[in-house]
């Protein structure tokens, strides 16, 4: 079948810097897209990685592994408004995404 | 900006009831999905349209329909509404065939079927 893990719960402090990771097992895999979720919010499109390497877009990076079916979203100079949950995604030929779980990011001061 | 509506934040239907969820968006998309969220299970895919008239099934399909007449329009019905649809539904659109990976997602309607 088609899955993404992820970890369903991640904590740090202001400032610091955290790596959520995304293993996937999906068929016909085109690229690993990320997403964030406030609470009783949409969730909004953060990146999106096609090719191996790190994408970086301000204070968020994503990166990918084809050849190890693994992607991680890296988000640095954590601030509190990033406490939040975070899927990956995959897709593929079908034109759908298939979702992770989502990990839920709790930021401390 | 593109933006997506959802027609209600919050509903409450009894078991049984005919239930519609409308979802339109304003940017011309040809893509537009219904997902359902729930704790644990991250967002699964009901259906979706690549066009006007047209729908695939998702990975959860059962005990719902589509109707898409109008391309800004995506409508999700419930035949027979039943309390394990209780549910946040989320509806999103993407730009056209091969961009699925950037999606645009409306507020959701939390549902509550009793």
């Known amino acids: 079948g088609q899955s993404l893990e992820q970890p369903s719960e991640v904590t740090a402090v202001e400032g610091a810097i955290v790596q959520i990771n995304c293993t996937y097992q999906t068929s016909g895999f085109y690229g690993l897209s990320w997403y964030q979720q406030h609470d009783g919010g949409a969730p909004t499109f953060l990146s999106y990685?096609?090719?191996?390497g790190l994408e970086e877009t301000g204070r968020f990076s994503s990166f990918l592994s084809r050849s190890d079916s693994y992607g991680y979203l890296l988000l640095q100079e954590l601030q509190m408004k990033d406490s939040a949950s975070y899927f990956c995604?995959?897709?593929?030929?079908?034109?759908?995404?298939?979702f992770g779980t989502g990990t839920r990011l709790q930021v401390f001061p | 900006d593109v933006k997506v509506t959802q027609s209600s934040r919050y509903l409450v239907k009894r078991t049984g009831e005919k239930v519609f969820l409308e979802c339109v968006q304003d940017?011309?998309?040809?893509?537009m999905f219904w997902y359902r969220q729930d704790p644990g299970l991250g967002l699964r895919l009901i259906y979706f349209?690549?066009?006007?008239?047209?729908?695939e099934k998702g990975d959860i399909p059962e005990g719902y329909s589509v109707s898409r007449e109008k391309k800004e329009r995506f409508s999700l019905i419930l035949e027979s509404a039943s309390t394990n649809q209780t549910s946040m539904y989320l509806c999103?659109?993407?730009?056209?065939?091969?961009?699925?990976?950037?999606?645009?997602f409306g507020p959701g309607t939390r549902l509550t079927v009793t």
């Open positions: 995604a995959a897709s593929g030929n079908t034109d759908k995404l298939i």
């Open positions: 349209s690549y066009d006007v008239k047209m729908k």
């Open positions: 940017m011309d998309h040809e893509n």
């Open positions: 990685n096609a090719l191996d």
């Open positions: 999103a659109s993407s730009f056209r065939a091969g961009s699925s990976y950037e999606q645009y």
